[in-house]
Nanobody
């Protein structure tokens, strides 16, 4: 499975971005997927997760600012990020949850200026 993220960039505090994650493979729809983020020198932390059936869960610290969704017809998962703050600056990594292991993308950088 190939996983490719896009949509990162530089945004001012209070702004929004939408990240996309495209995964190859004809059985995309059976896997849960999600996003982690990582700041250099810190551990990678879960941002959001979506099951094959569309059930979602989010990190508590997000306080409802982010929304994860999926389009199985396009083999794509999205992360809509609103009210971005400088502390959201990180590399954002998409994964496909295979159960025993995860397939990861290369990541996309999000930088929020104050």
């Amino acid at each position: 499975v190939q996983v490719v993220e896009s949509g990162g960039g530089l945004v001012q505090a209070g702004g929004s971005l939408r990240l996309s994650c495209a995964a190859s493979g004809s059985i995309f729809r059976v896997y849960a997927m999600g996003w982690y983020r990582q700041v250099p020198g810190k551990e990678r932390e879960l941002v959001a997760h979506i099951t094959s059936g569309g059930r979602t869960n989010y990190a508590d610290y997000l306080k409802g600012r982010f929304t994860i969704s999926r389009d199985n017809g396009k083999n794509t998962v999205y992360l809509k990020m609103n009210s971005l703050q400088p502390e959201d600056t990180a590399g954002y990594y998409c994964y496909v949850d295979r159960g025993a292991y995860k397939d990861w993308g290369q990541g996309t950088q999000v930088t929020v200026s104050s």
